[in-house]
């Protein structure tokens, strides 16, 4: 298992460098979120090559949505939206964009959070961000408590599969780490975006 997620970061690493040096030459950041994000969380993994990863996910800013377009197809990712229609959804009513590569290869640039994650709470989420760098390229990672919100949700709402039990691992990680404040914190922006059942219920099952 160990071997299998060194071989799947070590092929991922390339094409997260190629994103992130594209984004810079078109001045905006990526923020890591989801595998990617909890991977590079210090406290959680020991080494971000432990964490399994399938797909890539990032997040951009609303505003940096057609750079961040640009920045995926020149690293051979291309949205699957022959129909205008579909492109709408996308941008407008969806919350990712998926973007495929000739070899299989997927990449969602996400531009909100989930159905339950309002605008305002969302707003909220971009301002706390850290803002670090990769090898001297700026990109954003997700603060704590926000990403334990997201990631609950987001196992709440899609909690099915083989994936699931790596999610519960990434929240049972993520708990651990946590102090006093960061509950108290967790608890309150819980609170006023309205998810503290899913926290709950995946505390539940991460008690389980």
């Known amino acids: 298992m160990r071997l299998q997620c060194f071989i799947d970061y070590q092929q991922a690493l390339p094409t997260l460098e190629a994103l992130l040096a594209a ?11 989801k ?8 406290g959680c993994y020991s080494n971000p090559e432990l964490r399994p990863l399938g797909d890539l996910d990032l997040m951009v800013r609303r505003e940096d949505i057609p750079a961040a377009i640009e920045a995926a197809a020149e690293c051979g990712f ?3 939206w022959d129909n205008p229609a579909i492109k709408d959804f996308y941008l407008n009513a969806g919350y990712n964009i998926p973007c495929h590569r000739q070899d299989g290869g997927l990449f969602e640039i996400h531009h909100a959070l989930y159905r339950d994650i309002g605008d305002n709470y969302f707003a909220d989420i971009l ?11 700026p990109i954003d990672f997700m603060d704590p408590v926000d ?3 997201v990631l609950s949700t987001h196992l709440s ?11 519960l691992y990434d929240l049972l990680l993520l708990a651990r780490g946590f102090s006093q404040e960061d509950w108290d914190l967790c608890l309150e922006y819980a609170k006023r975006a309205k998810l503290s059942l899913f926290v709950f219920t995946s505390l539940k099952m991460i008690q389980r």
Do not use: D, V, Y
Not at 35 to 42: E, S, V
């Open 78 to 80: 291309i949205p699957q």
């Open 23 to 33: 984004s810079q030459q078109r001045g905006f950041r990526w923020i890591g979120f």
């Open 127 to 137: 301002k706390r961000c850290e803002r670090t760098t990769r090898n001297g390229i």
């Open 35 to 42: 595998g990617w994000g909890i991977a590079h969380l210090q």
């Open 147 to 149: 990403l334990m919100l």
């Open 157 to 167: 709402a899609n909690g099915e599969g083989p994936a699931k039990w790596i999610w």
